[in-house]
């Protein structure tokens, strides 16, 4: 199965701060990579597929970038609405695996 | 508009059998792809398995032992029955549809069914 591993596991960022998470792949997984956003007591949502592609009705402050095994998830502009936790997830091979998790705060 | 809901006992006994069911509107389950994904209370992400447009399934190998999905397309239903219910398998079920442009990505999920496993 191809591992996936995210950073930091948590940070805090300021209203209006760049915030960046990173994700690694085990593999090379050709951009095969989605970002979703979860907030308290909600189902995760889809922000980005195909490492850069942005999901209809997410905020352009939204972006995704890498190649290979390294990618990242930046968030341009901090907004309290941000606040959740973001996972990571590979689309190339079943059986799809998930990111362990970064948990996004407001300082 | 694309909308899954998930439904099903909160509580289940060890030992015992799952029964969940989630039925879905704004799309057909002959054309796309519907799979469960599964959240322990804290904790991360993990996929169960998929019933694809043609009625095929592929499981996590994880749980393929366990594991059973169907649907009924007349009801617009996705049945997903897991058996040998430990404590571990504590979880928020989600039912997402699969979504694809080259790779799989998850792009609608149900709000979720909590499922206590008691010992």
């Known amino acids: 199965d191809i591992q996936m591993t995210q950073s930091p596991a948590s940070l805090s960022a300021s209203l209006g701060e760049t915030v960046t998470i990173q994700c690694q792949a085990s593999?090379?997984?050709?951009?095969?990579l989605a970002w979703y956003q979860q907030k308290p007591g909600k189902s995760p949502q889809l922000l980005i597929y195909?490492?850069?592609s942005l999901q209809d009705g997410v905020p352009s402050r939204f972006s995704g970038s890498g190649s290979g095994t390294q990618y990242s998830l930046k968030i341009s502009s901090m907004q309290t609405e941000d606040e959740g936790v973001y996972f990571c997830?590979?689309?190339?091979?079943?059986?799809?695996?998930f990111g362990s998790g970064t948990k996004l705060e407001i300082k | 508009q694309v909308q899954l809901k998930e439904s099903g006992p909160g509580l289940v006994q060890a030992s015992e059998t799952l029964s969940l069911t989630c039925t879905v509107s704004g799309f057909s389950l002959t054309s796309y792809h519907v799979s469960w994904v599964r959240q322990p209370p804290g904790k991360g992400l993990e996929w169960m398995g998929r019933i694809r447009s043609g009625g095929s399934t592929d499981y996590n190998s994880a749980l393929k032992s366990r594991l059973s999905i169907s649907r009924d397309t007349s009801k617009s239903q996705v049945l997903l029955k897991m058996n040998s219910l430990q404590t571990e398998d504590t979880a928020i079920y989600y039912c997402t549809r699969l979504g694809y442009g080259s790779y799989w990505y998850f792009d609608f999920w149900g709000p979720g069914t909590m499922v206590t496993v008691s010992s």
């Open positions: 593999e090379d997984i050709y951009s095969g």
């Open positions: 997830q590979q689309g190339l091979k079943y059986p799809l695996t």
């Open positions: 195909g490492a850069s």
